[in-house]
């Protein structure tokens, strides 16, 4: 039941405020304010909505005796692999979410486009917002009942198995 109600903060987190540009060069004023930016808004967004997705489908199968076993190893697979997304997308927030670094734009030349490549390039700082570390508390905390779920089911072995009885004629 953890693994799944940190998975549904998880997918509810991918949507809420990730990063923010910061403002290197320019006065702060009353109206320099800068977006917030979500996970689902960056590069890897579906990636992983997709892989939080898996984690509530695979608790919902732990959870309705659909191949315990299997559920489990998918549930820790997938819960290893959200906390380790989200680690990355926080580490690399300026390309991964911002976009910064991606190919650059065509400009108009004589003979063609011609890739614009420019001189300086000037990357403003990113803040991690709340959603950040909601989103890494809530991973930890599915990866942590996860390992709990699998050390279960290999300590009672029997448990795992469904049982069925045979109907009486």
């Keep these: 039941m953890t693994v799944l109600a940190a998975a549904i903060v998880m997918i509810g987190d991918v949507f809420a405020p990730f990063a ?34 898996v984690l509530g489908l695979a608790s919902l199968g732990y959870l309705s005796n ?19 997304l989200g680690v990355f997308e926080g580490v690399d927030a300026g390309v991964r979410i911002m976009g910064w670094g991606a190919p650059q734009a065509f400009e108009a030349g004589s003979n063609g486009p011609v890739l614009f490549v420019p001189e300086h390039v000037y ?6 917002d709340a959603g ?4 890494l508390a809530a991973a930890a905390l599915a990866v942590i009942a996860s390992v709990v779920v699998v050390l279960t ?17």
């Design 123 to 128: 990357y403003p700082p990113v803040y991690l």
């Design 20 to 53: 923010t540009q910061g403002c290197g060069l320019c006065r702060r004023g009353p109206g320099d304010t800068f977006p917030s930016i979500s996970l689902f808004q960056g590069i890897d967004g579906w990636i992983v909505l997709g892989t939080v997705a």
């Design 132 to 135: 950040f570390y909601l989103f």
């Design 153 to 169: 089911m290999s300590s009672n072995p029997g448990r795992s198995r469904r049982t069925v009885t045979p109907a009486l004629i």
């Design 66 to 84: 659909l191949q315990r076993g299997l559920s489990g190893v998918a549930m820790l697979l997938s819960a290893v692999g959200s906390l380790v």
